[in-house]
């Protein structure tokens, strides 16, 4: 519940556009819709981030190597059509493939920045690991319901969304599964 109430606090907080709206949220800022946009994708990175640093450090209180493995490889894969929904509708606005690429790309550079705070912290953290993970999985279970569930349900093409969901739930298990 702390990870949900935290990234309602930040959505709340922080200045964002999501994809296909007219208005933003968050307080008024002059900011393009390209940065704030951005900004709603990298609002839910931080968890995602703090997962991977917390499996990782995890390796010192008995969690394996593969776990660590098989959530950055999941968290990795998903990151990809994440970039480009940032991406093509910044082309889409006008701005330049490189531009688009760049910002789509940047928008993910708050993961590797959670990781590794999490990691140098892990000695300090150690018993609080556990915790630290339930928060990151509050965070992203906050997202999943706020944007990406009532998105899969618009437009004509809903049947893709659940095939999609799917198939990453079957290489989610087959990963699980194949590194332990």
Excluded: W
Aim: aromatic share 6%.
């Amino acid at each position: 519940m702390a990870g949900i109430f935290f990234l309602l606090l930040i959505d709340e907080l922080t200045p964002h556009l999501h994809l296909g709206a007219a208005n933003s949220e968050g307080p008024r800022a002059r900011l393009s819709r390209t940065t704030m946009l951005a900004l709603a994708v990298t609002i839910h990175n931080l968890p995602e981030g703090m997962s991977v640093g917390v499996v990782f450090a995890g390796n010192d209180f008995g969690l394996s190597l593969n776990a660590a493995l098989a959530v950055s490889l999941g968290i990795a894969i998903q990151n990809i059509p994440e970039g480009a929904i940032i991406s093509m509708p910044m082309f889409a606005e006008g701005n330049t493939r490189l531009k688009s690429f760049i910002i789509g790309s940047l928008s993910g550079v708050i993961e590797p920045i959670g990781s590794i705070a999490i990691i140098m912290l892990a000695s300090v953290l150690g018993v609080a690991l556990p915790y630290l993970l339930a928060f990151a999985a509050g965070a992203m279970m906050y997202v999943v319901i706020e944007e990406l569930i009532p998105e899969t349900a618009q437009g004509r093409h809903t049947n893709l969304s659940t095939i999609g969901f799917a198939v990453g739930f079957v290489m989610m298990m087959v990963m699980d599964v194949a590194l332990g």
